[in-house]
């Protein structure tokens, strides 16, 4: 038996300057699956950011490797929707003791969704 349940995974590969004019990077929409719980106070508290209310945080539990903003210049962190809002990935724990393999991500609401029409044409984008 999963808890994991389907969710839309948005990313974006890094853009480039190409003689001189920047070209944003290539975005896709896939499907993952994944539980999304809500922080906990005082347990998850020192992975987030001064100054945000908890309530625009989440945390993802998944087998699938994700980007965060963590992984190095240029990588575009991924979102993962939740409850019609775009949640971009900040912080990973791997888990791969064999018995359960996972991913533990904190991720802070960025943007409302609207479609993955709307993210692939550039209509929504970060914040």
């Not at 990313?11 to 944003?24: C, F, I, K, L, Q």
């Not at 975005?27 to 020192?46: E, F, H, K, S």
């Not at 987030?48 to 994700?66: A, C, M």
């Not at 949640?87 to 791969?96: C, G, I, K, P």
């Amino acid at each position: 038996m999963t808890f994991r349940t389907a969710r839309i995974l948005l990313s974006e590969s890094p853009g480039s300057y190409v003689n001189g004019s920047w070209v944003a990077g290539l975005r896709t929409a896939n499907t993952i699956q994944a539980t999304v719980q809500p922080v906990v106070m005082g347990q998850d508290m020192a992975s987030l950011p001064e100054g945000r209310r908890i309530s625009d945080f989440v945390k993802i539990y998944t087998g699938t490797n994700l980007k965060v903003t963590d992984d190095g210049e240029g990588v575009q962190p991924d979102f993962v929707v939740h409850e019609s809002s775009c949640y971009e990935l900040v912080s990973r724990y791997s888990n791969q003791n064999g018995l359960i393999p996972h991913y533990k991500y904190i991720a802070v609401r960025q943007m409302k969704f609207t479609s993955e029409e709307d993210w692939l044409d550039g209509t929504i984008g970060r914040g």
